[in-house]
């Protein structure tokens, strides 16, 4: 494949069309693509990839992005490319998705996008954007991933390849060689294992989870432990024995509590006659114990009743200090009342303070806005004379449009006579035609006419008489008359129609001629005004440059009225400017005259401030306390004491008349229980009760004792089922699991003790290995034999992944070492040595197809002198089997080394040109 003639329009920095013409930079060898930084370089490589695939080369640019933001609204966006695969020439044309404006109306419209692939033999084209797609990559062998690869070499791309590691390479070659089947197989095993690992972990869990909730008793405790260690199998009869046993100690604890129960229904019955004269003697001893352990706090009580009139007079005395203190404080109400004031005249000084300052500030800012309206005023003068000269344009524009509003009724007056020209003709050829077939038909009937006269002076001929026309005397043939012999006088109609039929061409073509010379005047007036206004030109080409003009009118119009606008929007300034002008002259001096005021205001302040801090100093020496806080606290410590005795008091006249009622409640009622215990009887009731607890308590931990075996049974009787499930299951997933996981142990390269290399980087390795081969030869070339790239073998370390890290052979000093220890020129030789052996490979890979054609963007500004020439001369080497190079740089030193070029250049506008150069 072989790209021969890129047309662009309104695409990218190119707002106009332009043509490249690849065809005169030959069929090999290398050229060079130079132009500013954004002027369009590495956008014809875009134009290419978008005409071929619809897409531009890179990915951060969508098709709908492609429209060029310099391109007037009536440029079309499009791409058409020709391009050479084998010996036949292909043509697409393509245009991104993108609006325009709408052919009637002011409103903006979608104009799709299209495709178009163009066949050399006669094969009906191709049309749609995916089947154009289709096409061409049936075509070319390569899809659009391929053909940027194999195609181009991108700045800054392939250095990334060069240094990336193991599983950053590992990506790249994914998308080159596309080795996702690999990686999904690798995922899938990796996920199925983990899968199996997971349910039989959850199995293994779940069977500790069962055996923990065993509970074997004391006597199997040793045997469980020795069990669980060993086959699930013995484990599990461990566990029936275990339940058989259960189930017999249940039985027998059964029997035990029922004969339990019996006897303790006849010991309650004698115990509740002995308890009712047991309360009476309990109420009895509770009673007295509380009068006993109540008389420390009567006699407590009593020596603090004694001491009651003291603290009467302690209160007194806190009282009439409390009326003191309070008196005092209106002398700390004057100190506060001073010191507000001071903080008052302090805070209008700063208030003051900062109104000067901002006043100040004011006064600047106005100065400052009065100094740039100045300029800007300035800046305005000579609207007048711009105004004058845009009314000349005006004028000269009206005029223009009115010589044009001229040609276009004299070119309409040339098609109105053209046309009644035309049907002059038509009638004068009708009319020529009508006459001449009654001429014909009239020669025809006169012949008929003739012939038929000779028969009927035929009919008077008689043997031996002269004939009247030729003398003779015999008539051996006389003519024979005729029955359809026309008469005379229809003979006479025919020549009357044909005489005027005559008569009537005669007067089309009269008419014909007339409206040839109005045609050929109108035409001539209209090509007169043509050539005034466009000079030579030919008639057929003038309506085209009416349009032209007119359009160019309507461009004029259009910016004469933006620059009307702009004068209108300067004189509103100017108007605004003069207006706004005496209003600061105003504010400035207001600002001035209020800074003079709050300086003046500021010194009466400092005289009063200094006043008050005399008083405040002469009011706090006359007082106990600095402040009134201090003041308040210790009126408030006196009335806490105070308020703190009272309650003291009250609440010690309260307890002790409270104890005094409850002394006397005491007395009563141990009276009353002693007179009711002189009738009655001690018994036995303390032992029977022992003999009920005892009993009680034995029958309880039967009952334990029963209740614990069941839940024990019950619990080992579930943990026993569901162990025989979890083993059973446990037993065919480890038996899955086993396979699956050295499945994927070998697929992820996880096998202990081995290299760290996955199946889809061993597919990879393969790749890379050619890649390196064939990069290695350009590389050597490119270093003078000194370096070489290798894959490393064997990972940095074992957590790493390996098969695809590199290093590079220095054959000088001897040795292997990362390829990220080369200078920034020897890392670009590598990585250009790489990118052609990838695309070496990837030629080869899809069936041997040929591309000749290579881009490559930059990267040349890191090289020396002696690495630029070694470049150069592989590139060199690389096109002379039929390949051309195309080198995107603005290096100097190749645009001396390289004489054919694509100069792209920035118009004044932003947008570009091209002009080729070989």
Same mark, same amino acid.
């Given at each position: 494949?072989?790209?021969?003639?890129?047309?662009?329009?309104?695409?990218?920095?190119?707002?106009?069309?332009?043509?490249?013409?690849?065809?005169?930079?030959?069929?090999?060898?290398?050229?060079?693509?130079?132009?500013?930084?954004?002027?369009?370089? %590495?956008?014809?490589?875009?134009?290419?990839?978008?005409?071929?695939?619809?897409?531009?080369?890179?990915?951060?640019?969508?098709?709908?992005?492609?429209?060029?933001?310099?391109?007037?609204?009536?440029?079309? %966006?499009?791409?058409?490319? %020709?391009?050479?695969?084998?010996?036949?020439?292909?043509?697409?044309?393509? $245009?991104?998705?993108?609006?325009?404006?709408?052919?009637?109306?002011?409103?903006?419209?979608?104009?799709?996008?299209?495709?178009?692939?163009?066949?050399?033999?006669?094969?009906?084209? *191709?049309?749609?954007?995916?089947?154009?797609?289709?096409?061409?990559?049936?075509?070319?062998?390569?899809?659009?991933?391929?053909?940027?690869?194999?195609?181009?070499?991108?700045?800054?791309?392939?250095?990334?390849?060069?240094?990336?590691?193991?599983?950053?390479?590992?990506?790249?070659?994914?998308?080159?060689?596309?080795?996702?089947?690999?990686?999904?197989?690798?995922?899938?095993?990796?996920?199925?294992?983990?899968?199996?690992?997971? %349910?039989?972990?959850?199995?293994?869990?779940?069977?500790?989870?069962?055996?923990? !909730?065993?509970?074997?008793?004391?006597?199997?405790?040793?045997?469980?432990?020795?069990?669980?260690?060993?086959?699930?199998?013995?484990?599990?009869?461990?566990?029936?024995?275990?339940?058989?046993?259960?189930?017999?100690? +249940?039985?027998?604890?059964?029997?035990?509590?029922?004969?339990?129960?019996?006897?303790?229904?006849?010991?309650?019955?004698?115990?509740?006659?002995?308890?009712?004269?047991?309360?009476?003697? !309990?109420?009895?001893?509770?009673?007295?114990?509380?009068?006993?352990?109540?008389?420390?706090?009567?006699?407590?009580?009593?020596?603090?009743?004694?001491?009651? #009139?003291?603290?009467?007079?302690?209160?007194?005395?806190?009282?009439?200090?409390?009326?003191?203190?309070?008196?005092?404080?209106?002398?700390?109400?004057?100190?506060?009342?001073?010191?507000?004031?001071?903080?008052?005249?302090?805070?209008?000084?700063?208030?003051?303070?900062?109104?000067?300052?901002?006043? *100040?500030?004011?006064?600047?800012?106005?100065?400052?806005?009065?100094?740039?309206?100045?300029?800007?005023?300035?800046?305005?003068?000579?609207?007048?004379?711009?105004?004058?000269?845009?009314?000349?344009?005006?004028?000269?524009?009206?005029?223009?449009?009115?010589?044009?509003?001229?040609?276009?009724?004299?070119?309409?007056?040339?098609?109105?006579?053209?046309?009644?020209?035309?049907?002059?003709?038509?009638?004068?050829?009708?009319?020529?035609?009508?006459?001449?077939?009654?001429?014909?038909?009239?020669?025809?009937?006169?012949?008929?006419?003739?012939?038929?006269?000779?028969?009927?002076?035929?009919?008077?001929?008689?043997?031996?008489?002269?004939?009247?026309?030729?003398?003779?005397?015999?008539?051996?043939?006389?003519?024979?008359?005729?029955?359809?012999? #026309?008469?005379?006088?229809?003979?006479?109609?025919?020549?009357?129609?044909?005489?005027?039929?005559?008569?009537?061409?005669?007067?089309?073509?009269?008419?014909?001629?007339?409206?040839?010379?109005?045609?050929?005047?109108?035409?001539?007036?209209?090509?007169?005004?043509?050539?005034?206004?466009?000079?030579?030109?030919?008639? #057929?080409?003038?309506?085209?440059?009416?349009?032209?003009?007119?359009?160019?009118?309507?461009?004029?119009?259009?910016? +004469?009225?933006?620059?009307?606008?702009?004068?209108?929007?300067?004189?509103?300034?100017?108007?605004?400017?003069?207006?706004?002008? #005496?209003?600061?002259?105003?504010?400035?001096?207001?600002?001035?005259?209020?800074?003079?005021?709050?300086?003046?205001? !500021?010194?009466?302040?400092?005289?009063? +401030?200094?006043?008050?801090?005399?008083?405040?100093?002469?009011?706090?020496?006359?007082?106990?306390?600095?402040?009134?806080?201090?003041?308040?606290?210790?009126?408030?410590?006196?009335?806490?004491?105070?308020?703190?005795?009272?309650?003291?008091?009250?609440?010690?006249?309260?307890?002790?008349?409270?104890?005094?009622?409850?002394?006397?409640?005491?007395?009563?009622?141990?009276?009353?229980?002693?007179?009711?215990?002189?009738?009655?009887?001690?018994?036995?009731?303390?032992?029977?009760?022992?003999?009920?607890?005892?009993?009680?308590?034995?029958?309880?931990?039967?009952?334990?004792?029963?209740?614990?075996?069941?839940?024990?049974?019950?619990?080992?009787?579930?943990?026993?089922?569901?162990?025989?499930?979890?083993?059973?299951?446990?037993?065919?997933?480890?038996?899955?699991?086993?396979?699956?996981?050295?499945?994927?142990?070998?697929? $992820?390269?996880?096998?202990?003790?081995?290299?760290?290399?996955?199946?889809?980087?061993?597919?990879?390795?393969?790749?890379?290995?050619?890649?390196?081969?064939?990069?290695?030869?350009?590389?050597?070339?490119?270093?003078?034999?000194?370096?070489?790239?290798?894959?490393?073998?064997?990972?940095?370390?074992?957590?790493?992944?390996?098969?695809?890290?590199?290093?590079?052979?220095?054959?000088?000093?001897?040795?292997?070492?990362? *390829?990220?220890?080369?200078?920034?020129?020897?890392?670009?030789?590598?990585?250009?040595?790489?990118?052609?052996?990838?695309?070496?490979?990837?030629?080869?890979?899809?069936?041997?197809?040929?591309?000749?054609?290579?881009?490559?963007?930059?990267?040349?500004?890191?090289?020396?002198?002696?690495?630029?020439?070694?470049?150069?001369?592989?590139?060199?080497?690389?096109?002379?089997?039929?390949?051309? *190079?195309?080198?995107?740089?603005?290096?100097?030193?190749?645009?001396?080394?390289?004489?054919?070029?694509?100069?792209?250049?920035?118009?004044?506008?932003?947008?570009?040109?091209?002009?080729?150069?070989?």
């Amino acid at each position: 494949m072989r790209p021969l003639v890129l047309t662009l329009s309104a695409f990218g920095p190119y707002a106009e069309e332009v043509t490249v013409d690849f065809s005169q930079l030959g069929t090999r060898g290398i050229y060079l693509i130079t132009g500013e930084t954004g002027a369009g370089k %590495t956008t014809l490589f875009d134009g290419i990839t978008f005409a071929l695939y619809g897409e531009a080369s890179g990915t951060h640019r969508e098709p709908v992005m492609l429209r060029s933001s310099y391109a007037k609204g009536t440029v079309p %966006t499009f791409v058409e490319l %020709t391009f050479q695969c084998g010996e036949k020439q292909y043509t697409v044309r393509r $245009n991104p998705e993108y609006l325009r404006p709408a052919k009637r109306g002011d409103k903006l419209v979608v104009e799709k996008a299209d495709a178009q692939l163009l066949f050399p033999d006669g094969h009906p084209p *191709v049309t749609g954007t995916r089947e154009v797609t289709k096409a061409v990559k049936a075509l070319i062998g390569l899809d659009r991933a391929q053909f940027n690869r194999v195609a181009m070499i991108a700045q800054g791309e392939f250095l990334q390849l060069l240094l990336a590691k193991t599983e950053e390479r590992s990506k790249i070659f994914r998308e080159i060689f596309h080795t996702e089947p690999y990686q999904k197989l690798q995922e899938a095993l990796r996920t199925e294992a983990a899968q199996w690992k997971s %349910t039989y972990e959850s199995l293994s869990q779940k069977i500790q989870q069962h055996v923990e !909730q065993v509970q074997p008793g004391p006597e199997w405790e040793e045997a469980w432990r020795e069990a669980v260690c060993l086959e699930d199998g013995e484990m599990l009869s461990l566990l029936e024995k275990i339940l058989q046993k259960e189930t017999a100690d +249940l039985e027998a604890l059964r029997k035990q509590e029922q004969t339990l129960q019996a006897e303790g229904e006849t010991l309650s019955r004698r115990i509740g006659k002995e308890e009712a004269a047991a309360r009476v003697r !309990q109420e009895l001893s509770a009673a007295q114990a509380q009068l006993k352990s109540w008389m420390p706090t009567w006699e407590k009580l009593q020596r603090e009743w004694d001491t009651a #009139p003291g603290q009467e007079a302690a209160l007194q005395r806190l009282t009439e200090e409390i009326a003191v203190r309070t008196e005092q404080l209106s002398a700390y109400v004057l100190l506060e009342d001073l010191e507000k004031e001071r903080n008052t005249v302090f805070d209008q000084m700063q208030k003051g303070a900062a109104g000067k300052a901002k006043a *100040v500030q004011d006064a600047g800012n106005r100065q400052t806005e009065q100094a740039a309206l100045r300029q800007e005023l300035s800046q305005l003068e000579g609207l007048e004379q711009r105004e004058a000269l845009l009314k000349a344009r005006r004028q000269k524009l009206a005029s223009r449009e009115k010589e044009l509003g001229t040609l276009r009724e004299l070119l309409q007056e040339e098609r109105r006579c053209s046309h009644s020209h035309q049907a002059a003709l038509e009638q004068y050829r009708a009319a020529a035609e009508n006459s001449t077939h009654l001429r014909w038909a009239y020669t025809q009937l006169e012949r008929e006419f003739l012939d038929g006269q000779a028969g009927y002076l035929a009919g008077f001929l008689q043997e031996g008489e002269r004939c009247p026309v030729c003398g003779s005397l015999h008539h051996p043939f006389p003519a024979q008359r005729s029955e359809s012999v #026309p008469t005379r006088e229809h003979l006479q109609e025919k020549r009357t129609a044909m005489e005027e039929a005559e008569t009537a061409t005669q007067t089309a073509s009269l008419s014909a001629g007339k409206a040839q010379a109005r045609w050929a005047s109108a035409r001539q007036e209209a090509e007169r005004q043509g050539k005034a206004l466009f000079g030579e030109v030919s008639f #057929p080409t003038i309506s085209q440059q009416m349009n032209a003009a007119a359009a160019e009118c309507q461009d004029e119009a259009a910016q +004469l009225d933006q620059l009307e606008m702009q004068l209108r929007q300067h004189r509103r300034r100017r108007e605004e400017i003069q207006i706004r002008m #005496p209003r600061l002259e105003e504010e400035i001096a207001r600002a001035q005259a209020s800074i003079l005021s709050i300086e003046k205001a !500021q010194s009466g302040l400092e005289s009063k +401030l200094a006043a008050l801090n005399h008083q405040i100093q002469r009011q706090k020496a006359s007082l106990e306390f600095s402040a009134r806080q201090e003041a308040e606290a210790a009126l408030t410590s006196c009335q806490q004491r105070k308020e703190a005795g009272e309650r003291a008091l009250h609440r010690l006249q309260a307890d002790y008349e409270a104890c005094r009622q409850t002394r006397e409640a005491a007395d009563t009622r141990i009276k009353a229980l002693q007179e009711q215990l002189e009738e009655a009887q001690y018994d036995v009731l303390p032992d029977l009760l022992a003999q009920a607890g005892e009993h009680q308590k034995t029958l309880q931990e039967m009952q334990r004792r029963r209740e614990a075996l069941l839940t024990q049974q019950e619990r080992n009787q579930h943990a026993w089922k569901a162990l025989r499930e979890a083993v059973r299951q446990r037993g065919e997933v480890q038996e899955k699991w086993t396979w699956i996981r050295a499945l994927s142990n070998t697929a $992820n390269g996880t096998v202990p003790g081995k290299d760290k290399i996955m199946l889809e980087t061993y597919v990879q390795m393969t790749w890379f290995d050619r890649i390196l081969a064939r990069a290695n030869l350009r590389l050597m070339a490119m270093t003078s034999g000194r370096y070489e790239l290798l894959r490393r073998q064997g990972a940095e370390n074992q957590r790493s992944r390996s098969g695809l890290e590199l290093n590079v052979l220095d054959h000088y000093e001897g040795g292997q070492r990362s *390829v990220k220890t080369l200078s920034g020129g020897e890392s670009f030789q590598a990585s250009l040595a790489l990118a052609l052996g990838l695309a070496d490979e990837m030629q080869a890979a899809a069936g041997g197809l040929r591309l000749d054609v290579l881009f490559v963007d930059e990267g040349f500004g890191s090289l020396d002198e002696e690495a630029l020439e070694l470049a150069i001369r592989t590139l060199s080497g690389l096109a002379e089997r039929n390949k051309l *190079v195309g080198i995107i740089s603005h290096v100097s030193g190749l645009k001396a080394r390289i004489d054919r070029q694509i100069v792209i250049q920035k118009t004044r506008g932003g947008s570009s040109t091209v002009r080729v150069e070989s």
